[in-house]
């Protein structure tokens, strides 16, 4: 495996499910569901081999909510609701969160990029049907939070927007 991507999930409490691989950039943003491992095992290579690929790691289904429970100083508050997302993109490593807010009653989805200095937060979105509530400082990061009902692309700032059912982390 990587050993970033290694580093990454043992830091966060992320257990892979034994397989990464690799896949190009716009096909692993578009996925929503769980990634399917590849054979190779929990050693296989996971180097990206062009720009525009992704290597990634497939997260067991109840890493999230050990990530969640750990980060945030509230077991239970956080139930994740899709498969937690950790890659290494253009030589920089990040894991992406979605999970139901109980307290807030409302979507979030956390973006973390990952570096020698340890885990920094670049995007927080908290969406429901009617609003969608963001802080998001990608910078010079080649992403943008996307606002799954109207398709705004949300590369900085902070504020509010129309409500959605989904947001997603993609390519700028």
Known sequence: MNKKLRNIL????VAAV???GTKKAVDYFKNRGKEEPID???EADAEATAPDEVAYAVAQDNS???FVDA???SPGRYRPTRPPKVFDYQGNQYMVIWAYDNDKQKNQMLAFLYTDAGRKMVASVGY???ATDYNVSLGDLPFAVEIASNGEKIE???GETAGTDEVDFVLA
Not at 10 to 13: D, S, T
């Open 18 to 20: 034994g397989a990464i």
């Open 128 to 130: 429901t049907a009617d």
């Open 10 to 13: 043992v830091g966060a409490g």
């Open 40 to 42: 190779g095992g929990e």
């Open 64 to 66: 999230g909510q050990s």
């Open 71 to 73: 980060s945030f100083g």
């Open 156 to 158: 900085s700032g902070q």
